[in-house]
């Protein structure tokens, strides 16, 4: 490669650069502006309906607080409803549990009174 291939890579590549910089700076500018001016229509839309915006504010606020009463109110029934389960629970087992004694009971009876017969 020679000198002179190198310095018209070298002019194109800096040409390039310079082209570039300068696209990225008009468009730098041009999104500024146009922020900026979506800025300006947001504030005076903002300057033309505050009641309506209080109004929706305190609406919000009306509905967060619903919410949150809601949330509260669920809570305290699934813990009324956890604690009947568990009661319902405890009683199947009891239940469950005196069967199983009252079988057992049966079982040696039987077994007693066969060895009685069984002993005559």
Do not use: G, W
Request: glycine share 0%.
């Amino acid at each position: 490669m020679n000198n002179t291939s190198f310095a018209f890579k070298s002019n194109s590549a800096q040409t390039t650069l310079a082209r570039i910089k300068e696209q990225h700076e008009a468009d730098r500018a041009d999104l500024s502006a146009r922020l900026q001016a979506n800025e300006e229509k947001i504030h005076a839309l903002c300057a033309e309906y505050p009641p309506l915006l209080d109004d929706l504010v305190r609406q919000r606020i009306q509905n967060v607080d619903t919410m949150k009463a809601m949330a509260h109110a669920s809570d305290v029934e699934m813990r009324k409803s956890r604690k009947r389960l568990m009661e319902k629970a405890k009683t199947r087992l009891d239940d469950a549990r005196e069967r199983h004694k009252l079988a057992m009971d049966a079982s040696d009876l039987v077994k007693h009174y066969k060895a009685l017969v069984l002993a005559l």
